[in-house]
């Protein structure tokens, strides 16, 4: 973790040296430092080239340090950049593989800059609710021009290095380096050695012939795509600065911008997920040099929606797979849908037709189980319904080679109970995808009693191939986010009984930021599934109590968009909800059934009733050792459920709001005689972290 010195050829060499990624720690920094003076006072050294080793050039920013006082402590990256400014000697930045944050900045600092082909170039800041910070926003318009310095800035996304070269007048990339980049770089900088003055990005003129109405135009454009987001907006008033200030006041305004950030509850939420992603692929007792199996072929046991949807996860990750069905219509029908995903993405340009025909050649269909002998990896996908599960195991315990993995599909069901139906319990996993499959980023992979380490460190290893992102769940009823969501559907029936309306309720959670209320998702799910469940529950839990609002819904064979159906009316071919007379007649005559007396209900309670029934039944999903971390249930909110991600999840959303005021307002709601008053007893951890005076995460 430091920045290498030596001498080629009268050239001094400064590699960044801290994998993965180069994040410029406070160690790196002063060995820079340190480095950049040695090359300036030794008489045999003409110029000087920064580059990184491995597998990037610096990702910016240690994130090892973030929240320490290494992070800021001198020389801090500013301190650093301005230190290559003033070199006496020319400073060429040899940039490959990775240049972003604050290791583009640094870049953007030195004299020159030569790059590799491939490369990634970006400013993401934005995304964790922050604008660069080390002069991006003033320096990247004066090189890149301004409408590609914003969108960059705006968007966070990378660019390749190559795409940058190609824009007329560019001044980012003096030259583009095939081949060595070293040697090419140290050639560069032998060139320039000579070359005085050494030529500044500060020193560039930057401007825009219609600047007034451009970045105003850009501030309405990203108002539109973040509105509850302030960084995109900020980011457009910085490079609005680089263009009006003197360039040290751009710098100076700059930086007060990023600090205001730092402390908005949007930025805060932004960077607690950024963390909490990469710590839920971490398992505490599971080594993370834990030997993998191999995974070369996935077989899947059914062809119908959830089953299609996730081979199609496989084929994109270029893993072949084979389906299995009991029928060849059903194969047909599967595959048929398959195409049909891929086709659309071809008509919209997203998919190129030979990559279409490349992934349908690595699926292939089988009625018989013995096809299945040759996978590594084989995920059931079949109906919810132990009996039927039961069969499944049973007949590819029989067929599937010694270590295959056998995963099972189930969103509510006992995985234990499903890893006991075979002989071989430790090679059981549950892999929850959630629908569609194909879309849906989460992956709930839930560890059975017996599950192998080194099944769960292959299962998450495959998760991220696949692009998703994992959480582990222990084994219960609905694991981590069903078994949430049941109390949040649960609230959102008694706030029918007491006087609220499906698009009352709807639209005041959407307002939250939910990507859709309970009653559009229920219509999107199928209702009929949670009446199934529902049904289970009446002889499992009887003193569990729901709202019947849901079962009469049922009842009048509404079960939502696949029949045109459910808590709205909707039109062939389209998504929008429509209020319908008879569901709300219905909601009436029940809760007079009742003798409830409807009420006024604000959408303040209706937005903290659901959301707090989240909170409070995970604080004893953690107190179980159901989740290993509250983290990791914002994690599974976020991709699996449209909790609002600029709130950073129902865990984070309890700790900005204060947990001592959280258990206040469940206070309140135990007092209403028409809900559960004993759920609203906040849990155990709860009151534990706030007599503790700490936070959930």
Known sequence: MTTQYEVRNGVAVLTLDNPPVNGLSHAVRVAYAEGLARANADPAVKAIVVTGAGKAFSGGADIKEFGTPKALAEPNLLSIIRATELSEKPVVAAIHTVAMGGGLELALGCHYRVAAPGANIALPEVKLGLIPGAGGTVRLPRVIGVEAAVNMIVSGEPVKSEFIASFPGQKLFDRMIEGDLLAGAIAFALEKAEVRPLPLVRDMKVGHPEADAYFQFARNSVRVVAKNLPAPVKCVDAVQNATKMKFDDALAAEREIFVNLMFTPESRALRHLFFAERAASKIPDVPEDTPLRPINKVGIIGAGTMGGGIAMNFLNAGTPVVVLEMKQEAIDRGFGVIRKNYEAQVA???????????????????????????????????FEDIEVKRKVMEQLDAAAKPGAILATNTSTLDVNKIAGFTKRPEDVVGMHFFSPANVMKLLEVVRGEKTAKDVLATVMAVAKRIKKVAVISGV?????????????????????????????????????????????????????????????????????????????????????????????????????????????????????????????ISDDEIVHRLVYALVNEAAHILEEGIANRASDIDIVYIYGYGFPFYRGGPMCYADERGLFNVAQQMRVFQKNPHDDAAFWEPAPLLKRLIAEGKSFN
């Open 348 to 382: 919209k340009k997203k998919l190129k037709p030979e990559v279409l025909e490349e992934r349908m050649g690595r699926l292939s269909s089988t009625l018989s189980y013995d096809d299945l002998r040759d996978c590594d990896l084989i995920i059931e996908a079949v």
């Open 476 to 600: 219960c009823d609905g694991f981590i986010g069903n078994r949430m969501i049941e109390q949040y559907g649960r609230q959102a029936g008694f706030l029918l009984e007491e006087g609220a309306t499906p698009q009352q309720v709807d639209r005041a959670v959407e307002k939250f930021g939910f990507a859709m209320g309970p009653f559009r998702m229920g219509d999107l799910a199928g209702n009929d599934i949670g009446w199934a469940i529902r049904k289970r529950r009446y002889v499992e839990k009887p003193d569990m109590r729901y709202s019947k609002t849901a079962d009469l819904l049922c009842e009048m064979g509404r079960f939502g968009q696949k029949v045109g159906k459910g808590w709205y009316d909707y039109e062939p071919g389209k998504r929008d909800p429509i209020p319908n007379a008879e569901v709300e007649a219905m909601i009436v005559k029940h809760r007079e059934s009742l003798g409830i007396t409807p009420r006024k």
